[in-house]
């Protein structure tokens, strides 16, 4: 009998050679995972008996050995990427890079999501080292010591395809020294229907991208790019470099990701997990202030205010306001004498709190223990005594101190304030929002931020841009112990439903993570979630860097990067930066797209006063999700925003041109959006402006099964989704249906960005549906095809 092998053409013999290679890779990962997973079963059958620092060695070993088990575990898919041979002589001199299996490197590396070895040989390079960097980065025209590079394509653990650029410039055209890096890669993953979810692209980054990704830790640096360019892709990739580059570093300060909106975050929750990486802490601004939950809306034009730098003066006015002494005498009656504050005495407390530096709760205690000092004296003279001692003057003061009438009065002259009491006193009060904003704000603007006091019971709503002004108070302010919180009465219920609310949440967070931690450990049947999760919880100690940093205001994170930052308001960047004191940042966005009217108009304009002209700029330039021909409607909407913006170019066409339906009323909204669905076959979303969107969703969710109105965890796995702009932002769909495009250029100032926005949304249809006129630069669409 013939051998098959035989008959094999030379490719199927390369498939045939990295098929065993891939095997041999999977085999080691296997091996390990079974090492670890023994490890942990040794660990856990220890039980719990034991000193209390026995007991919290085994649970720290349980814990890094649980989190080893996971990264094993999650890079299965796609273990091994790539390839790269080096020319003769050039073979590349491995550093030992600390968590890697060492060993020797012979022949081809081979690229993929971790490092592996054998002790003797180093199997597979993880996609972060520095010699990993030629798969990325090499042209024909600047090789980097390569010959070849090759994208293996797996499906499961079988290798699929082959995809090879040959980096022999001798032997190339010039034409394939334009093309782009494994094109053939490449096209395959930007034209795959979409999941809901952003994947991960180790295995055909751009060198633009890998140029990102790689760059110093140090400074800030900006990533400008138009839509699509990879922007946030790119940021993800860029935490797990430094992570491995700098573990050390960044595993004690912690890494904070910044994203526009909760559904964003959940949309490109799993790309870290799937480069190893789960320490890392996903945030918007509106979660920035622990233990408060910043839910409610608000128009823009009060963000706008919120978000203005002049809040900033505002706020501290505010404060300098609750500690305003009155120019006239206080008496305090404490029966059978009647004590009296001169105006001078009250001046010079008021001088010597302010001379403390001190935050106001601080300095508090230097204003009440000046007064007292005075009340002691005053009320010793009183009692006949004559001159005394400072032993008999503490006593007195204490005995001040409890009196009624006393703390009463120091608190009418310099109150305890939580941040919420400052600023629900503001915007309740006009007295003090003049006092505050006065000549700071127009009567307009002061209108503008009034809100109606709070009826006995009910929570106070706090909006996304109240944050950053609760993070100005709290600096201002400093803490407050935590007895005196409690006896401050509505407040304190305010903040038990809210501590409460947090509880039972993490408890369920924690749940779900015992759950998804028991399933990939394949510990299910050893030990149940909820025992898991309980155990979690009692060992404080436990808690992860990110953990910890999201409960503590302060917490100052080693590096911070800020996506779709172009929305960040001025007093947000302000409560930003408090989070990065070092000024290790990556921020990212475009300015094109900016929809907040708080938003700058350069990056300049937003860093200047924090990096005084010392960031780097790094420019995308490709644009990885938008088809050519959608690209070109959106570059019309691009001259509506500004001169000189540049659509940045799309890498592929779709063969789908985009097309316009006229529609009698929106009800008709939900056929139409019904036959897109069917006939692009993936997920669709339909962008609305705001004031239509209830009407919209309705129109849509009647006629398309399965279709759900407006943000949260559903639009994402929906097959179609009704949104408003703002909440699409930093999304992609299969096909999206801009309804009308009017009401979005007419609907805010920014209306040219948002009808920007959404039309780069879509990786291969597109559409626009109108009820009245077109906005001049779509007019030119084509009408919708007939279905079918
Ligand atoms: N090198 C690449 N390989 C494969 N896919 C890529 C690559 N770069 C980007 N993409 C894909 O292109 C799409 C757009 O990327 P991303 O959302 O990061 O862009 P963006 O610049 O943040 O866009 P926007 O500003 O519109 O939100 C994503 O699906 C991403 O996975």
């Given amino acids: 009998m013939s051998q098959p092998t035989r008959h094999l053409d030379a490719r199927e013999r390369e498939l045939a050679k990295e098929q065993a290679y ?69 073979s590349p001199a491995l550093d030992d890079v600390p968590g890697e299996e060492q060993g020797e490197v012979t022949g081809s590396l081979y690229i993929g999501r971790i490092g592996l070895g054998d002790g003797r040989r ?45 980096l022999d410039v001798d032997n190339l055209t010039d034409d394939d020294v334009a093309t782009l890096n ?57 935490a797990a470099y430094l992570l491995y580059t700098h573990r050390e570093r960044l595993a004690r300060r912690g890494v904070l990701i910044l994203g526009p909106n909760p559904t964003f975050l959940r949309y490109i929750e ?46 501290a006015r505010a404060v300098a306001d609750r500690q ?7 008496s305090i009656d404490l029966g059978a004498h009647t004590l009296t504050l001169e105006p001078r005495t009250l001046e010079a407390a008021a001088s010597r709190a302010a001379r403390s530096r001190r935050p106001h709760n601080q300095a508090r205690a230097v204003f009440v223990r000046h007064l007292l000092n005075a009340l002691a004296r005053q009320w010793a003279k009183r009692l006949g005594k004559g001159v005394i001692d400072d032993e008999e003057l503490a006593d007195l003061r204490e005995e001040l101190r409890t009196e009624p009438a006393v703390r009463s009065a120091l608190n009418r002259l310099w109150p305890y304030l939580t941040p919420q009491q400052l600023l629900i006193g503001l915007y309740t009060s006009a007295e003090r929002l003049d006092a505050a904003a006065g000549g700071l704000l127009s009567a307009a603007e002061r209108a503008l931020l009034t809100r109606a006091a709070p009826r006995a019971g009910d929570g106070w709503q706090w909006t996304e841009s109240d944050v950053p002004l609760l993070d100005e108070a709290a600096e201002l302010l400093g803490d407050i112990d935590e007895h005196v919180l409690r006896a401050s009465a509505w407040m304190a219920e305010e903040e038990r439903a809210a501590a409460q609310a947090a509880r039972r949440e993490e408890q369920d967070r924690e749940l779900a993570y015992a759950k998804e931690v028991l399933e990939l450990t394949g510990m299910a049947d050893v030990l149940d979630a909820e025992r898991l999760a309980a155990r979690h919880r009692e060992e404080t100690d436990d808690l992860t860097t990110a953990e910890r940093a999201a409960a503590d205001r302060t917490w100052a994170f080693g590096y911070v990067i800020v996506d779709e930052a172009q929305e960040l308001s001025p007093m947000a960047w302000r409560a930003v930066m408090r989070r990065c004191p070092a000024k290790a940042m990556t921020v990212v966005g475009d300015i094109a797209q900016t929809g907040t009217s708080a938003g700058p108009a350069s990056w300049d304009e937003v860093l200047a006063p924090y990096t005084q002209g010392r960031h780097r700029v790094e420019t995308l330039s490709v644009n990885y999700r938008t088809p050519a021909e959608l690209m070109s409607v959106a570059a019309g909407v691009l001259t509506l925003i500004g001169p000189g913006l540049h659509a940045p170019r799309s890498v592929r066409e779709s063969g789908a041109p985009p097309w316009r339906q006229r529609l009698a009323d929106l009800t008709e909204l939900g056929a139409l959006a019904a036959r897109e669905a069917a006939e692009s076959g993936g997920r669709l979303a339909v962008l609305a402006p705001a004031a239509l969107a209830a009407e919209v969703g309705a129109a849509v969710t009647a006629a398309v099964d399965g279709a759900v109105a407006g943000p949260g965890p559903d639009a994402l796995d929906a097959p179609a989704a009704v949104l408003t702009v703002a909440d699409a932002k930093g999304l992609e769909f299969d096909a999206v249906i801009v309804a009308e495009p009017a009401a979005i250029l007419a609907e805010s100032p920014r209306g040219a960005s948002d009808l920007y926005v959404a039309l780069t949304r879509a990786t291969r249809r597109l559409g626009v549906a109108h009820t009245g006129d077109l906005p001049a630069v779509l007019s030119a669409l084509p009408d919708r095809p007939a279905f079918g």
């Fill in 270 to 315: 799993q790309v870290l997990p799937s480069l190893g990486e789960t320490d890392v802490l996903l945030s918007t601004v509106g979660e920035l202030y622990p233990g408060l939950r910043a839910t409610a809306k608000e128009p823009d034009a009060v963000a706008a205010v919120k978000g203005d730098a002049r809040l900033a003066k505002v706020i």
């Fill in 122 to 166: 180093r199997l597979l390079i993880d996609w972060r080292a520095p010699v990993a960097q030629p798969f990325y980065r090499a042209t024909p025209a600047a090789p980097m010591g390569i010959t070849r590079r090759r994208h293996l394509q797996t499906r499961g653990r079988k290798v699929v395809g082959i995809d090879d650029d040959l």
């Fill in 22 to 90: 891939v095997t041999r890779l999977y085999d080691r990962l296997d091996a390990l995972r079974e090492h670890t997973r023994r490890q942990l079963d040794g660990v856990l059958a220890q039980g719990g008996g034991g000193t209390m620092q026995n007991r919290s060695e085994r649970d720290t070993f349980a814990t890094m050995y649980a989190e080893r088990l996971a990264r094993l575990w999650a890079v299965e898919h796609a273990l091994c990427f790539g390839r790269i041979d080096h020319a003769e002589g050039e």
């Fill in 182 to 238: 494994g094109e053939a890669a490449l096209l395959a993953s930007i034209t795959a229907a979409r999941t809901g979810r952003m994947r991960d692209i180790v295995a055909t980054i751009q060198a633009e991208q890998d140029r990102v990704i790689r760059s110093a830790l140090d400074g800030v640096l900006v990533v400008q790019g138009g839509p699509g360019t990879g922007k946030t892709v790119v940021a993800l990739h860029r």
């Fill in 324 to 330: 305003r002494v009155p120019r006239k005498a206080i």
